[in-house]
């Protein structure tokens, strides 16, 4: 899923708890894609300047990303590090750290809209992971399906609490 859309369902998890929860859903939810391609677009700007111009699209070719950008996405992407983070954090706070879930969410997305030929994503990092070929997130219909599902879902939102007002 492409990391707006991460962003925003993470922040949809957490708008019933008010801004402050929704923008650290948000960022909790493209955290994962920022952290480890968000360092190669800021130190590669003429990649990034040539995209937006048009010159470029699609992904970058993964002979041009340098090895840490693979290493943070493992990182990132593991269901076994979230888990590890979530119950080392929750022993730090004495309580459950559940704006984490907006990074769960965002693994748990990937999974199946990854393709298996490009950044397929490694959920069991760093133990052998079965891949899934799943349907890549810039496919039109699924684009166009994930943002509809989400205006649904932020106009549910919208209505909802202003009928809790009333």
Same mark, same amino acid.
């Given at each position: 899923m492409d990391v707006v859309a991460h962003g925003l369902w993470g922040g949809a998890l957490f708008n019933p708890q008010g801004r402050k929860k929704f923008s650290?859903?948000?960022?909790?939810?493209?955290a994962p894609d920022l952290l480890s391609f968000g360092i190669f677009h800021v130190t590669h700007p003429g990649w990034f300047t040539e995209r937006l111009a048009g010159k470029v699209?699609?992904?970058p070719a993964l002979t041009l990303l340098p090895p840490y950008v693979f290493h943070a996405y493992n990182v990132t992407h593991s269901l076994v590090i979230w888990a590890v983070a979530f119950f080392l954090l929750w022993q730090l706070l #004495? #309580?459950?750290?559940?704006?984490?879930?907006?990074?769960?969410?965002?693994?748990?997305?990937?999974i199946p809209t990854h393709a298996a030929s490009y950044?397929?994503?490694?959920?069991l990092w760093p133990f052998p992971t079965p891949f899934v070929n799943g349907v890549p997130w810039s496919t039109p219909w699924f684009m166009a399906a994930n943002y509809g599902t989400m205006f649904i879902v932020y106009c549910?939102?919208?209505?909802?609490?202003r009928w809790k007002k009333t």
């Amino acid at each position: 899923m492409d990391v707006v859309a991460h962003g925003l369902w993470g922040g949809a998890l957490f708008n019933p708890q008010g801004r402050k929860k929704f923008s650290a859903g948000v960022l909790r939810g493209m955290a994962p894609d920022l952290l480890s391609f968000g360092i190669f677009h800021v130190t590669h700007p003429g990649w990034f300047t040539e995209r937006l111009a048009g010159k470029v699209s699609g992904p970058p070719a993964l002979t041009l990303l340098p090895p840490y950008v693979f290493h943070a996405y493992n990182v990132t992407h593991s269901l076994v590090i979230w888990a590890v983070a979530f119950f080392l954090l929750w022993q730090l706070l #004495k #309580k459950p750290p559940w704006l984490l879930g907006a990074w769960l969410l965002h693994i748990l997305c990937d999974i199946p809209t990854h393709a298996a030929s490009y950044f397929p994503t490694p959920f069991l990092w760093p133990f052998p992971t079965p891949f899934v070929n799943g349907v890549p997130w810039s496919t039109p219909w699924f684009m166009a399906a994930n943002y509809g599902t989400m205006f649904i879902v932020y106009c549910g939102l919208f209505f909802y609490f202003r009928w809790k007002k009333t």
